[in-house]
């Protein structure tokens, strides 16, 4: 199955509104998590007030970013790939070039990124990109540059980002950055740091503004959208420390969504990446209160199995969360639901494996992101435990889960047939230059032919036929939504 941001195809090159008084070029690619693109609008809003416009020609650029990711090897793998490709590049065409590496990866490398890879100049984490002007400047007196100290503060709330490559209708808003759940397989919490949040007023001021731009849908970003909380400032753990009239008007992730979706009723509101442990009923009653709140919630699991979900530190049983998968139900029947899955984790046997497969037939979701375990450097998982799975054994248990979700997608797309559906027009659809594509709120992808609509539209459409992953219909009119 594709993942949400598939870190195996070639990162996506992006485009910023072009000033006419900047006279470099910056070339910027993104790999990874939603979180990564956001954090690249980041980037270049800042490089853009330092002269930069971007370009999609690496030849020509003066300066090339790649914003990485260190969740699994095959990713790093692939942006070592991309390091070659820019040294081939600026020997044959850009002796000048300045290379770079931005996110995750360079958390996680640091230093070595500059020993081993001659062809980077600088390497900056993700809380540092308000020092790249400082640090471009060492780089163009000849000297190499770092900066990838975590923040306990740094949500970047104060920076406007610029819409990236967009197609002007969706647009994601971060809302918090770091993780504080140490799950044994993930790098995260090194990379990205600790948990904190932004200040909702900027976060509802960001929503108003990309409304008025004309933006239809945003998705909230973060680590862990559940874990949400401000009360003024500071890490999640010092909330003990705040007064009681900052807790009494405290703002949790339930009433940062009734915020957004009452400051735009007709603006569609989606989220991610929730945590099981973390999503609480209230949230759930708040979808259900707000039409303009999607009804999809993406929802990792990454094993059926108690023993393998305690050996990765994961802070939720298989009962607990097949009650909340129960509670969803129940106060959204209509809610979608995905998953992430994780086969092959150390000492993964098979019947952890069937716990696993019995709980994909339990909860049939609509789609998901499977992967085998990957060894992470420097996790818990990687210190403690020996990956003693073998790789046929993975390959098998993965294409298994694949092939089981492919099943339940179809059960549920199927669910759509002769009924209509709320469609949002995102872009024309890839195999048809006479049809739109868009997504349902469950996060469902629907084709139809163009018509007379466009581009940003609501409609409504008579599904006729469907895949396992795509709806196809006949559009009957725009919906009240407009």
Known sequence: MEKIIDENKQGESLILEQKEDNKRKLFIESYGCAMNFSDSEIVASIMANQGFNTTQKLEEADLVLVNTCSIRDKAEQTIRKRLEKYNAVKRAHNPKMKVGVLGCMAERLKTKFLEEEKIVDLVVGP????????????????????NVILSKEETYGDISPVRLNTNGVTAFVSITRGCDNMCTFCVVPFTRGRERSRDPQSIIEEVNDLWHKGFKEITLLGQNVDSYLWYGG????????????????????????????????????RFSTSNPQDLTLDVIETMAKYNNICNH???????????????????????????????????IPNCAISQDMIVGFPTETEDDFQDTVSLMNYVKYNFGYMFTYSERPGTMAERKMEDDVPEEVKKRRLQDIVDLQREHSEIKTKEHLDTIVEVLIEKESKKSKLQWSGRTPQNIVA????????????????????????????????????
Do not use: W
């Open 127 to 146: 809380d540092a990109y308000k020092d790249l002007p400082n640090l471009l400047a060492e780089v163009d007196e000849g000297r190499d540059a770092i």
């Open 234 to 269: 500071g890490l999640k753990k010092d909330f003990g420390k705040a007064s009681d009239i900052q807790k009494a008007s405290s703002v949790n992730f339930s009433k940062l969504l009734e915020l957004c979706a009452k400051a735009q009723p007709k603006m569609r509101i």
């Open 297 to 331: 919630i993406h929802l990792p699991v990454q094993s059926g199995s108690d023993r393998i979900l305690k050996e990765m530190n994961r802070l939720h049983t298989r009962k607990e969360y097949m009650n909340l998968i129960d509670n969803i139900r129940q106060i």
């Open 447 to 482: 084709v139809f032919p163009k018509a007379h609509y466009k581009i940003g539209d609501f409609v409504n459409v008579k599904v006729t036929d469907c895949t396992s992953a795509t709806l196809i219909g006949e559009a009957i009119g725009l919906s009240d939504n407009n």
